[in-house]
């Protein structure tokens, strides 16, 4: 799969200070001692596999349950002994309904095997905060697995259950990469 992207630049003496500098940025090392940094390196893309609704849902679970339709099998075929890694792309509208007096938040996870994906927030990876306003909201994940059938899922919840989590038009998108 290739994509292209065209994007206009400047043209003249302040072109080239630009590519300098994104070079330079692209270029630097990452500072190790981040706290809570993690990087990873994916290989060539092998697999995609993406799935869109168009319905809205709704839940007032304050524990992760599935959304619905976004369960979805993928089958990671590597060479021996070497590990794949999966990214998942979710987007959507949401909107995050709950009384003015509370501060309430929207929460969402992508789980690989049962697993939370990274970066994963503990339970508290917010997607929106208190808004009757539905708006695009996205996320992305990754993490490293062996060959075979594994299973994905985004996992929502809320953190009152007086609070209204509503999705619509959503993309899931697991890329395998070798």
Same mark, same amino acid.
């Given at each position: 799969m290739s994509t292209t992207h065209r994007t206009r630049c400047p043209t003249g003496a302040g072109f080239a200070a630009v590519a300098i500098l994104a070079t330079t940025t692209i %270029?630097?090392?990452? #500072?190790a001692a981040q706290a809570g940094?993690?990087?990873r390196t994916c290989g060539p893309a092998i697999n995609s596999v993406v799935t869109t609704q168009n319905n809205l849902t709704t839940t007032s679970s304050?524990?992760?349950?599935?959304?619905p339709g976004a369960v979805q099998n993928i089958s990671v075929q590597l060479s021996a002994g070497t590990?794949?890694?999966?990214?998942?792309?979710?987007?959507?509208?949401?909107?995050?309904?709950?009384?003015a007096a509370g501060g309430n938040i929207c929460f969402i996870q992508a789980? %690989?095997?049962?697993? #939370?994906m990274?970066?994963?927030?503990?339970?508290?990876?917010a997607f929106i905060s208190q808004d009757v306003t539905a708006?695009?909201?996205?996320y992305e994940w990754v993490r490293r697995v062996g060959e075979g059938n594994h299973v994905v899922r985004i996992q929502q919840r809320v953190g009152d259950t007086n609070t209204v989590f509503e999705i619509d038009d959503w993309t899931?998108?697991?890329?395998i990469y070798d």
């Open positions: %270029l630097m090392p990452i #500072p940094l993690s990087v304050a524990s992760f349950v599935d959304l590990l794949g890694c999966v990214k998942v792309v979710f987007t959507a509208e949401a909107a995050c309904l709950g009384s789980l %690989l095997d049962d697993v #939370p990274q970066p994963q927030g503990g339970g508290r990876q708006s695009a909201h996205a899931f998108d697991i890329q």
